[in-house]
């Protein structure tokens, strides 16, 4: 049996409790911004309930235009007005480089990846980056509050980066 | 008192009963793609446990080049073989068109969006989508694991679209 089969038994689980349906606009007007890794969980980490926050995830928790452009959707479209960006410690995007990263795929498949891979070297330094891309962007329209933590895979606490 | 403030207190309380830290790679060799809609609690309808899977996140749960970005990490680096797509009814993605969007942005700000909006007007077509797009990349190893699902907020039950 495969781990997706695994997670599906769980859903029958799951939805034997489930009470739904929610609003779609998110009821607390927050959307979160955060790493992919795979010990955020992110709903847990800030006791987010359901149908309260959008919650967007990537690599690196980096601002790209992705982001910005589901944040754009978010704001204009749903109602958020809060952004709360969190990265963490023990990062993967801390153990390689740009172009460490894109010269070994080009180097297996002969085709150099067009994007930057978003790897970054210093964890407040990169928080800031991402709250700078986002009140810089055009198309995001309330940036008065973005904040951005940093989560302690050690301990669970968030930390803010000023 | 601001929700971000609510929820720095949840995650005062959330580290109280934390256990870590967990390794870096996902443990179950999994990424996930999700949209980022409020009423979807992935760890919650995968019952995902702490360190497990990677989860990545956006508007709609659409594959854009960040999408591929973040699972050519998750894969090559981070050792992930499975990919679970998850979209939902009700999706806010389902009630505008990208012209209409980019155009009121356009009409606001001066600016068009340089990026497409990715909304689109049938879930199943959309999920082949995202599954043609992971299974097309060159950038992307392991494509034999890669499944789509519809998360329904009515029952918390997903539906595979095969």
């Known amino acids: 049996m495969s781990v997706t089969d695994e ?7 799951y939805a034997a409790g489930f009470t739904g349906p929610l609003p779609l606009p998110p009821s607390k007007h927050v959307a979160v911004v955060a790493c992919m890794d795979a010990r955020l969980d992110v709903h847990g ?11 967007i ?12 452009r589901s944040l754009a959707i978010s704001q204009r479209l749903l109602g958020t007005r809060e ?21 070994s795929i080009q180097d297996e498949t002969g085709i150099r990846p067009p994007w930057a891979a978003e790897a970054f070297s210093d964890l407040a330094v ?8 986002i009140t810089a962007s ?18 669970g606490l968030l930390d803010e980066v000023v």
Chains 1, 2 share one sequence.
Request: with cysteine.
């Open 7 to 13: 997670y599906l038994e769980n859903n029958r689980r």
């Open 45 to 55: 980490l800030l006791g987010l309930a359901p149908g309260e926050a959008h919650v």
């Open 57 to 68: 995830r990537n690599a690196g928790g980096a601002v790209t235009d992705d982001v910005i």
């Open 83 to 103: 952004v709360v960006l969190v990265h963490h410690t023990d990062c993967g995007m801390l153990t390689f480089t740009d172009d460490a990263f894109k010269q």
């Open 126 to 133: 990169d928080v800031r980056q991402s709250i700078a891309r």
């Open 138 to 155: 055009p198309f995001v329209p309330h940036t008065d509050a973005v904040r951005g933590f940093v989560f302690d895979v050690a301990t």
